[in-house]
């Protein structure tokens, strides 16, 4: 991914957990952990986000979570 721009969607933990339903506090944990969770940053020392991260971290595990179809 290219480095965010003034276009781009950045949004706060509060925000990511109220699109995903996700406690802040998981959210939390999963940047401490690592590798888990959408993709943040830091702006200023606050946490923050992508909008598009999100969205691909979303459709990321809807795809890992998809049962397949009866043939």
Avoid: N, Q
């Amino acid at each position: 991914m290219t480095a965010p721009t003034s276009r781009d969607e950045i949004l706060t933990t509060g925000d990511v957990s109220a699109i995903t339903k996700v406690p802040i506090k998981t959210l939390a944990g999963w940047r401490h952990v690592g590798g888990v969770g959408p993709r943040s940053f830091k702006l200023g020392g606050l946490v923050r986000y992508l909008r598009a991260d999100v969205d691909a971290w979303l459709a990321e595990a809807y795809a890992a979570t998809e049962r397949r179809k009866p043939e």
